[in-house]
């Protein structure tokens, strides 16, 4: 079955801007690499018109409000914004917008205002569910906002995004893993995950200074959002995205300060993923297996991922399994993301 392509995102970036204060871990001009607030509507076309060079033979095309808190933007903002969109939305250029906000804007006065402008997802800053990490990071909002959130804006036709950050301070394994089945029970429509960075001019610059911050190593927060990519998808909630987008500035020690970087954090995650599927496998199938060639059949998609970063992956199969000498076979039948042991 050929799968649908994903849509055309445009990026529209408003760093900080609707945001009461600024969070620990927060410096959104150095994420976006962008130094204003809010683009007006010679920028936005220019934005447009330059992305839409890539759509190529994708179907759909949607406009993100990305870096800041849409909906703590005052409401003649929102729709000037928004109304800035719609030409593109009349031509048939633009199928639908998105946004991310903070859940404790989420009211139903708000989600009446943008409801008219063809708004497709809302994607909620929920971070973590347990409030003392919260506190600690100085969000500003609790645990009950975002449930109230998802319940009020699944009385509307909007996709719910949730992002969630591995990595703040005072979280734990233990909570972690609780505050992921609260969001992955809340049922969103899909998740992101985002590892802790330590960025220049945020407080928690200060706090990794003076000690009081240490950030998790690459190697933790990768086992670490990999339990919570199973929680979700056992709740059936997809995770689009894990880790920050690759960009100059992100590779820039000067901003980026600490914290388990890496280009390719998706990628390492769900190569930890398929190795331990392919473990699972092979136990199953050891009294039946004779010593010598084990193939392993995969996806093409999937391929890179089973095999890891530099060959990883083969390397430790041959460790764990020193009877066996493993040989990866693509094979377009078997469902991604997915091994399936032969002889």
Known sequence: MVQAKKPLVIPVFIPHSGCPHQCAFCNQSIITSQKTSLPDKTAIHHIVTQFLEYKGKREKVELAFFGGNFLGLASDIIVQLLEFVQPYIKEKKIDGIRFSTRPDTITRSKLDLVRPYRVSTVELGVQSMNDDVLLKSKRGHKSGDTTNAIHLLKEYPFKIGAQVMVGLPDDNEASLIESTKIVAGLAPDFARIYPLM??????????????????????????????????????????????????????????????????????????????????????????????????????????????????????????????????????????????????
């Open 198 to 343: 330590v960025l220049k001019g945020s407080l928690m610059e200060h706090w990794y200074k003076k000690g009081r911050y240490q950030p998790m190593s690459l190697e933790q927060s990768i086992m670490f959002v990999k339990k919570m990519v199973h929680i979700f998808q056992a709740a059936h909630v997809k995770v689009i995205r894990m880790g920050l987008q690759a960009s100059d500035m992100m590779e820039d020690k000067s901003m980026v300060l600490a914290g388990p970087w890496h280009p390719a954090f998706g990628h390492l995650v769900f190569s930890e993923i398929l190795y331990d599927i392919a473990c699972n496998k092979i136990d199953h199938c050891m009294r039946t297996l004779n010593p010598g060639q084990v193939s392993l059949h995969i996806h093409p998609k999937s391929e890179s991922r089973l095999r890891g970063n530099k060959n990883i992956n083969l390397k430790r199969l041959r460790q764990q399994y020193p009877e066996f000498d493993f040989l990866i076979l693509p094979d377009e039948k078997i469902s991604i993301n997915q091994v399936e042991i032969g002889e």
